[in-house]
């Protein structure tokens, strides 16, 4: 890209980020408040609503297997329909999907509600970081991938914090045990009602046009249906093809030229992907199971992890001015990798938690660098494309590996899962090393 390169810019500040920017992360802000909700507390609810754990693992699998079939279609239609459109769709179907388990319970339901959670999880991830990339300025641009990264782990920790209370006071409003099925179902119906809530903001930005040459805003707003030229001045990656070339999507087009480039972008992701499915998202049921924590307890650890790592995340410009966006990703998840294995043997709750806070402020807190620098190496019309194969390559693993760990933990426990995870971990991190540190390294004037 054009200008003064990454390693040297300044990483911005907050009163520097557009009225645009400021909304966004406003929405961002309702919608992970509300969906923390349900993080915490989905394992849990589906096992006290009186379903098997192989139910739970067949439930993320429909998650992820929904967003991996219909992920082309809504990348295309995310073209169509425009960024904010995407960003207002995706909303709403959070929000029906987690109305949909609180009214409905049932098993076919509950699959389809995991299914409609898989497609809005797509739908943000194809447009979210394409959006901030065009409501955002050269020296605006890490700062707003990191806060955003603050504010979705942050806040999402504060949330947890609210809803281990939350759990408390609706039962005492309906004479239930906290940790019941209809307490969980009464969160949920409050969580849907915030995430229709979070739309608000979004209203308020008109939909973005195409960035100009220098990366700026364009003022002028995107005649529908028709496309921008290509900008010649721009240094990426990912080159545009002829305008005359019509048998496959342009966008397409340029994900086929580049794929040697995008093929090393997503291995490390791909790798993560088994790793996390195995074991990340049972974590609250480890410290149950291992440490007998209860409801308020298990939301404070979830929300001191979280708001650690959003405070952290906000490191990562800085680092990466210094050291270099890949080289801050590599550093930064080499030195939380141990912390896994720790987490696993720690016989102590309070070196459990310290290992597990350690461990995932290292490893996420430069996680907005890598989708900032794949976004830096991809022309305007490609980026929904590569964002969504980079979260395609997160997601990968959660198609079978939530029924492996299932099983897994009815046999053996959560041992083999720490050493499973860590080796994928570690793997990641090594090639993401070779291919964007090492490679850069030794092509460096």
Known sequence: MQGVPATHRSPGRW??????????????????????????????????LGYQRHFLGMLNTVTQAAAALLSLPLWFSVQRIGLRTALLASAVLHAASVLLFAVWPDAAPLLAS?????????????????????????????FLFSASAAVAIGLNGIGNLGAGFLSDALGDVLAAAPDSGLVYRAAFAIAGC?????????????????????????VRETE????????????????????????VPEPLQLVLRNRAFLITLLIPPFLISWGAALLIPYLNLYFRERFGVDNRTLGALFAAFDVATGVAALAGPALAARWGKMRTV???????VPMLLLLGMAGELWLAVAAALIRVVLFNMAAPLYDAYAME?????????????????????FLIAPLMSTAVQERYGFGPLFAAT????????????????RGAASRAP
């Open 15 to 48: 009163r520097e980020l557009s009225p645009a920017a400021r909304r966004y992360l406003l929405h961002l802000a309702l919608l992970t408040l509300s969906l923390s909700i349900v993080v915490l507390y989905y394992n849990l609810a589906v096992l006290a």
């Open 114 to 142: 995991a299914a409609l959670m898989g497609v809005a999880a797509v739908i943000a991830q194809v447009a979210a970081a394409p959006f901030m990339m065009r409501i955002s300025s050269e020296t605006t641009r890490d």
């Open 194 to 218: 915030g995430a229709l809530l979070s739309i608000a903001p979004l209203l308020l930005i008109r939909q973005p046009a195409r960035e100009n040459a220098a990366g700026r805003d364009d």
């Open 224 to 247: 529908p249906g028709r496309a921008d030229p290509p900008d010649a001045a721009s240094l990426h990656l990912v080159t545009v093809w002829s305008y005359r070339h019509r048998l």
């Open 330 to 336: 590599v550093l930064t998840r080499a030195l939380g």
């Open 377 to 397: 190496r991809t022309s305007e019309q490609a980026r929904p494309f590569v964002i969504g194969l980079l979260g395609g390559a997160y997601s990968a693993g």
């Open 422 to 437: 860590t080796m994928l971990y570690a793997v990641a991190v090594l090639l993401t090393w070779w291919f964007f540190v």
